[in-house]
């Protein structure tokens, strides 16, 4: 492009390919020796005279005679004149100016100047339009054989659109007489024609040769701002630039020149997002106006609407008929100023929106955006749509049904995690709802401003449990409130909020709700007794005064069940629970609506459930309290029930379920805000290492536990034991014995200390299983033992059967055995397949030094079917090794040995072998070749030692071979594909 640089220079920026084209044309026309017509074709301000402009200089250096006519001008040019034009001038080249030419030098923008519609620059007659009389072309023939004598004529023909409805033909005419002179004409014509002059320019461009310019590219872009303002702009300022402008030439210069191109700094991306160009967008619309007056009312409308422009709607808000409508619209589309992505027209320049927007009064746009709403909602568009025009509009929208849709649009926009978008639908369904609608429309905008923004939202939630009517949305918000200062660090913040929603509490008989939380963040770490005894205390007489004040009340019915829940939940952690802890857990949970008036309540009682081994009631009441009133919509409550279905995936040994549980309920707890040391954080942070680790994906369970123990030390606490034990875990995989010791003893010490049950932390369960392998065997055996003592007090079957499990495997012998094979009993019994496994594999191993293998094999193998279905890869694998090192040089014991140096395509093809399918089958399920089907059955069958599928029977008779081979040759581990 030729664009002036602010002092009287130019530069030429781009468009050197389309040049080089122009100029390879003019030399293939001197070539050929007869006429050519290329036809420039692009959007508005794309450049085309700039083009024309440097291609007649290129073609003048080469010693061609040019003339350049232009259409915007009134004056008419006689045939003298233009023949006289053609006439050689000193030097043997045509004048640059003259009568027909517009007087401008060639360095401006396209669509500059105004413009009556005529034929100047084509010989005209007394009436001042073109005329192709006989009389006229041997004149002009004449003139033409002496331009072209030497070298071709080159003509240019700029804003070809513009010509009166002779012209072309006269234009024709005249190319037609000198058919056998090299003659190059270059016109330039828009994307669009008119439809008044289809017909006359149908000739002229019939062997027209079309070269259509795009957008200039965004390295383009970042040499034309360098060109202007003479400093080299950031690739984020040149992408910018290149964006706001589609890659127009002429709104980039207009836009760089409206910025103050010559002072530094002023080029920013807010400045260039918000930039207008009315001058431009002026011309351009008039423009428009002389090819299609509708299409400048369509192209306001779809500034206004945005994404949702469809042409429907588009006629409607300009009270258009359908068909003028999309006759408009085809205009926009043709000319290129919107794009069409087959439902919707969208315009392709932002700085155009912004400039069309900016010559709009606020009232008009308003009115465009409501009016577009109720076309919408009449047309059963999408919701999001409908709320996109409601929320644009400053004014609220008095219509019944605006709130509903917003209230949806914004439901929707958090699904998609578009916090943005949903908060926006909410604030503006807020300034719109009355009654109960607007109480729910106060409580998902407060759980909205809660995630996008934690400290602000906690004013917002206190702000908006004093302004609340209903007690039903008071208790929400309670519960949201609680959620959030739970899960942050204590601080003034949190004191002020309690004290700010004192007096709406004591007004409306929920005043112990504020010890209630007091209770849970209380300064004893969460101690069991002192948390039991505060909430106990509440129960029976009301919350202890302050100095100096007054009693707080004991809890109406409509916050006990919260109450209760901490109550039981400190009970039954230190070890002192009623006598049917679980039954009363579950009498708690059936009001969902009460005990949710905190969420760290339900989550207490569920905690209580899956401690004495009734995990069925924890499942159900987890789905029942996900889908109740206070828990949809509830992204806190969702979080924290999801870490309990993450530990009942874990207890039903499905650790790739955990595993993303866990991971969710993570994610949720970051955005909003946790502070590092939170105890309910750091607890799912320790299980779900600890179940990585299950998994054997160490490194992760690695990440884990660096990316969220960045701050250092532990605070006090028992509650922390979980991502204590999971460290030792790590460390005791690293080497670091002393380490792995260390964090074990801590956990212990932690827990004792604080009196916590052996149910709530079963640190004595990994720690026995630690120090065995330390070998510390006297402390493996004790820790054992206290657990065994513990639960059989106090436990479920479950615990109990874990407890049986890791003693049997500290004593080892005949006692040990004995245990293992009771543990086996009661993990059988309760259906927990990975401790299950667990206990299998050491009582297998305990017998398999004997003459007993027979009766080992077949304790590994089910141990290693029971780990591969939980996903417990390292497990399994520690299983297998033990399977295939059994003793003994039986042809049977063999065989162990010898499944174990198979090849997972061997095992696989082996395995249908022996499901009875052929080789031809095999080969299609394989995606194999039948041969290879052949290779790898022979290699499998000498590795067995037998000569056929005859010999089957012989084999896999022994105890342990078949889930050895089934395990290597399945598809990858549930966690790895999970990973994937």
């Known amino acids: ?16 390919t389309e040049l080089g084209l122009l100029l390879t044309a ?13 036809t420039v074709m692009g959007e508005m301000g794309i450049g085309r005279t700039s083009l024309l402009r440097r291609f007649g200089t290129g073609a003048r250096a080469r010693g061609c005679p040019s003339v350049h006519f232009t259409y915007r001008g009134c004056a008419r040019e006689s045939l003298a004149a233009f023949v006289d034009r053609l006439n050689p001038a000193p030097g043997g080249s045509l004048p640059e100016r003259g009568p027909g030419t517009d007087g401008r030098a060639a360095g401006g923008a396209d669509e500059g100047g105004g413009g009556g519609i005529g034929g100047r620059g084509i010989p005209g007659g007394s009436s001042g339009t073109p005329s192709a009389s006989a009389d006229a072309l041997p004149l002009v023939r004449e003139a033409m054989v002496a331009a072209t004598r030497r070298n071709p004529l080159v003509i240019t023909v700029d804003d070809g659109d513009l010509m009166d409805a002779e012209a072309p033909s006269a234009l024709t005419a005249l190319l037609r007489s000198c058919s056998d002179l090299p003659v190059l004409l270059v016109m330039c014509y828009p994307d669009w024609r008119p439809a008044a002059s289809e017909a006359v320019f149908t000739e002229l461009l019939l062997d027209s040769r079309f070269l259509h310019l795009r957008g200039l590219t965004v390295s383009d872009t970042a040499l034309l701002v360098r060109a202007m303002t003479g400093e080299k702009p950031s690739p984020a300022v040149a992408a910018a630039c290149h964006r706001v ?83 408009a619209a085809d205009q926009l589309v043709r000319m290129r100023l919107v794009e069409d992505d087959g439902e919707n027209l969208l315009l392709r320049h932002p700085i155009l929106r912004n400039s069309v927007l900016a010559g709009m009064t606020r009232m008009a746009r308003d009115a465009t955006h409501l009016k577009a709403a109720a076309y919408l909602r009449r047309t059963h568009a999408p919701v999001e749509d409908i709320a996109t025009q409601l929320t644009a509009s400053t004014v609220p929208f008095d219509r019944s049904w605006s709130t509903a849709v917003l209230l949806e649009a914004g439901r929707i926009a958090v699904a998609d995690n578009r916090e943005k978008d949903a908060l926006k639908h909410m604030e503006q369904a807020l300034g719109t709802a009355v009654g109960t609608e607007r109480d729910q429309a106060l409580v998902e905008l407060t759980e909205l401003r809660l995630r996008a923004d934690p400290p602000r939202g906690i004013d917002s939630a206190v702000t908006a449990i004093r302004g609340v009517a209903g007690d039903a949305a ?8 609680g959620g959030a200062l739970y899960l942050r660090t204590p601080d003034d913040r949190g004191t002020a909020a309690l004290e700010a929603i004192a007096p709406v509490n004591a007004a409306h008989g929920t005043a112990a709700w504020a010890p209630l939380h007091r209770a849970l963040v209380n300064e004893e770490g969460f101690a069991p007794a002192r948390v039991a005894e505060r909430a106990e205390h509440l129960l029976a007489m009301g919350s202890p005064p302050p100095e100096g004040g007054s009693r707080t009340p004991a809890p109406p019915d409509g916050l006990r069940p919260a109450v209760a829940a901490l109550a039981l939940f400190g009970r039954c952690l230190g070890g002192d629970g009623p006598a049917a802890p679980a039954e009363e857990a579950d009498r708690l949970l059936a009001h969902e609506d009460d005990v949710c008036v905190h969420p760290i309540a339900p989550l207490a009682a569920l905690t209580v459930l899956m401690w004495h081994g009734r995990h069925d009631l924890a499942a159900h009441h987890a789905e029942r309290h996900e889908n109740c009133e206070h828990g949809r919509g509830h992204t806190l409550h969702q979080a924290l029930l999801l870490s309990v279905r993450a530990r009942i995936s874990l207890t039903e040994g499905n650790l790739p379920d955990a595993a993303d549980r866990f991971a969710r309920c993570l994610k949720e707890l970051n955005r909003f805000g946790t502070a590092p040391h939170n105890p309910v954080r750091l607890s799912v942070v320790g299980a779900f290492a600890d179940v990585l680790l299950d998994a054997g994906d160490e490194p992760a369970a690695r990440r884990l536990l660096r990316d969220h123990l960045r701050a250092g030390s532990l605070p006090p606490g028992w509650q922390y034991g979980p991502v204590l034990l999971a460290r030792s875990r790590l460390l005791l995989a690293a080497g670091d014995l002393p380490g792995a010791s260390r964090d074990m003893e801590e956990t212990g010490q932690r827990a004792e200390s604080a009196g916590i049950a052996a149910g ?17 065997a006297a402390l493996a055996r004790r820790w054992a033992e206290e657990q065994v003592r513990l639960t059989a007090r106090a436990g479920s079957d479950r615990a109990r059967g874990e407890a049986l499990h890791v003693l049997g495997a500290a004593l080892g012998g005949e006692e040990g055995e004995g245990r293992l094979r ?10 927990a397949r990975l401790p299950l496994a667990r206990a299998l594999y050491e009582l297998g191993s305990l017998v398999a030094g004997g003459p007993r293998w027979e009766e080992a094999g077949r304790m590994l193998g089910r141990a290693l079917s029971l780990a591969e279905q939980c996903g417990a890869t390292p497990l399994a694998l520690r299983t297998r090794d033990r399977l295939a090192s059994l003793d003994g040089g039986s042809p ?16 696989q093809v082996l395995v249908g072998a022996l499901r009875g399918r052929t080789n031809a089958v095999l080969a299609k399920d394989l995606r194999i070749t039948k041969r290879t089907v052949e290779i790898h059955l022979t290699n499998a069958y000498r590795k067995l030692g037998i000569q056929g599928r005859t010999e089957f029977d012989t084999v896999f008779r022994v105890p342990g071979l078949w889930p050895l081979l089934l395990s290597g040759a399945s598809s990858p581990p549930l966690m790895e594909r999970r990973t994937r």
């Open 822 to 831: 009771a543990a086996v009993v009661l993990l059988e019994e309760q259906g």
């Open 26 to 38: 003019l030399e293939e026309t001197r070539a050929a020796g007869t006429p050519a017509r290329i």
């Open 474 to 481: 008071r208790s929400k918000l309670l519960a949201r409130l």
């Open 892 to 907: 049977e014991r063999v065989a162990l040995r010898a499944v174990s140096r198979l090849t997972t395509r061997e095992r």
């Open 760 to 776: 709530a932390l079963p640190w004595r369960i990994q720690g026995s299983t630690l120090m065995r392998e330390l070998g510390r």
């Open 245 to 327: 402008c589609a890659g127009n030439p002429l709104l980039l210069t207009e836009l760089l020149r409206g910025l103050g191109t010559r002072s530094r700094g002023a080029l920013d991306q807010k400045a260039i997002d918000q930039a207008v160009l009315p001058a431009a967008t002026g011309r351009m619309m008039r423009r428009l106006a002389r090819s299609s007056p509708d299409a400048t009312k369509v192209m306001a409308a779809a500034a206004v609407t945005g994404k949702a422009a469809s042409p429907h709607l588009l006629a409607h808000l300009c009270d258009l008929g359908v068909t003028d409508g999309l006759s």
């Open 1 to 16: 492009m030729k664009r002036g640089d602010g002092d009287g220079g130019e530069r030429f920026v781009g468009r050197q």
